[in-house]
T-cell receptor
Framework: ETGVTQTPRHLVMGMTNKKSLKCEQHLGHNAMYWYKQSAKKPLELMFVYSLEERVENNSVPSRFSPECPNSSHLFLHLHTLQPEDSALYLC??????????????FGNGTRLTVT | GENVEQHPSTLSVQEGDSAVIKCTYSDSASNYFPWYKQELGKRPQLIIDIRSNVGEKKDQRIAVTLNKTAKHFSLHITETQPEDSAVYFCAASIAGVTGGGNKLTFGTGTQLKVEL
């Protein structure tokens, strides 16, 4: 049982499709994150939301668009993706947005395949 | 920015032996170093962390050591068991009150296999 739930678990989409990934946390945390995990590469931080305000955007292409409507929900909107965007997308949350050493709690991820 | 290098990329040990995974970091301002374990098909989970005000921390069979001068830190697992088989990630960040969340820089991971 994880306090961070991601849907869908698997997603296959064409390069012209538009889809969204959803993340929900039930831990009462106030910071949420999107990470990209590709084979043989480190986990890459994409976006950070602290108290529902985006505080980090690590040069992520505009075809990825995050949305954080409240402290419990996080979305990643996808459009016109490329095959190299195929990866595991992990959502995470941390308890205290003010503390940069607050442990991350990850979801199980969405395995995205772009055809 | 911070750069974290992790070695080895794969590690096989016999059950009961010890395993050591090493990481180096580039930013001398980094002072928080967590380790995450990711079992196959599962999410990464924090297993231990260390802050730069200590040189070593233990939790049962797991220990982490930190050498600030050399900018490297290591994970030590003793008496390995099959359930220790997983990918282990080291990470580094600058801890403090920032209001900007926890912006970790991760290593590339070590696939540990504990063989019977």
């Amino acid at each position: 049982e994880t306090g961070v739930t991601q849907t869908p678990r698997h997603l296959v989409m064409g390069m012209t499709n538009k889809k969204s990934l959803k993340c929900e946390q039930h831990l009462g945390h106030n910071a949420m994150y999107w990470y990209k995990q590709s084979a043989k590469k480190p986990l890459e931080l994409m976006f950070v939301y602290s108290l529902e305000e985006r505080v980090e955007n690590n040069s992520v292409p505009s075809r990825f668009s995050p949305e954080c409507p409240n402290s419990s929900h996080l979305f990643l909107h996808l459009h016109t993706l490329q095959p190299e965007d195929s990866a595991l997308y992990l959502c995470a949350s941390s308890q205290d947005a003010r503390a940069s050493d607050s442990p991350l709690h990850f979801g199980n991820g969405t395995r995205l395949t772009v055809t | 920015g911070e750069n974290v290098e992790q070695h080895p990329s794969t590690l096989s040990v016999q059950e009961g032996d010890s395993a050591v995974i090493k990481c180096t970091y580039s930013d001398s301002a980094s002072n928080y170093f967590p380790w995450y374990k990711q079992e196959l098909g599962k999410r990464p989970q924090l297993i231990i962390d260390i802050r730069s005000n200590v040189g070593e921390k233990k939790d049962q069979r797991i220990a982490v050591t930190l050498n600030k001068t050399a900018k490297h830190f290591s994970l030590h697992i003793t008496e390995t068991q099959p359930e220790d088989s997983a990918v282990y990630f080291c990470a580094a960040s600058i801890a403090g009150v920032t209001g900007g969340g926890n912006k970790l820089t991760f290593g590339t991971g070590t696939q540990l296999k504990v063989e019977l």
